[in-house]
């Protein structure tokens, strides 16, 4: 998946107009409407990604000691795979040849590289960039039941 979402925004930076990078699920819907968020993102000086230390199985438990020492456990970072950055931040992405080999190389099942690939290498490098906010709500479908995630609960970041 990271694998794809890379492939996206190194075809999106060809076009020099696109300053904004925004990667949705179908479920992902905006909490506000479109002129609202379309405003917000092009007056933010931050890029949205969900970034958070979740010390848990599916966050620190996901962890490979295989990824020292580019990536230490007090790094490690869990988020959504949706997000949202900037040029700068899409083309730093891109350019990394440091964090991703170890990422697709022991960030393995159950490890998702999508889901921490991104929140890690923001956070270590451009945490200053990057606002945890978000501004979409997920909406899940489970048999006769929907529900609405938060981040916390591995919800749709924007």
């Known amino acids: 998946m990271c694998d794809a979402e890379k492939r996206l925004l190194s075809n999106a930076l060809l076009d020099y107009r696109n300053t904004r990078f925004i990667l949705l699920s179908e479920s992902c819907i905006p909490v506000f409407n479109f002129t609202t968020v379309y405003n917000h ?12 230390d979740d010390r848990g199985p599916f966050g620190r438990g996901r962890y490979n000691k295989n990824m020292e020492p580019e990536v230490t456990i007090a ?4 988020g959504s795979q949706w997000f949202e950055v900037n ?10 040849n440091i964090y991703y080999p170890k990422f697709k190389n022991f960030c393995t099942p159950a490890c998702y590289v999508d889901e921490h690939y991104f929140p890690t290498i923001l956070s270590i490098h451009f945490l200053y960039l ?5 501004f979409t709500m997920c909406i899940l479908t489970i048999p006769q039941i929907v529900l609405a995630t938060s981040p916390s609960s591995n919800g749709c970041t924007l």
């Open 75 to 78: 790094q490690w970072r869990k």
């Open 87 to 96: 040029r700068n931040l899409a083309v730093s992405i891109i350019a990394d």
């Open 130 to 134: 990057v606002s945890i906010h978000i």
């Open 41 to 52: 993102l092009i007056k933010s000086k931050h890029s949205f990604v969900g970034s958070f």
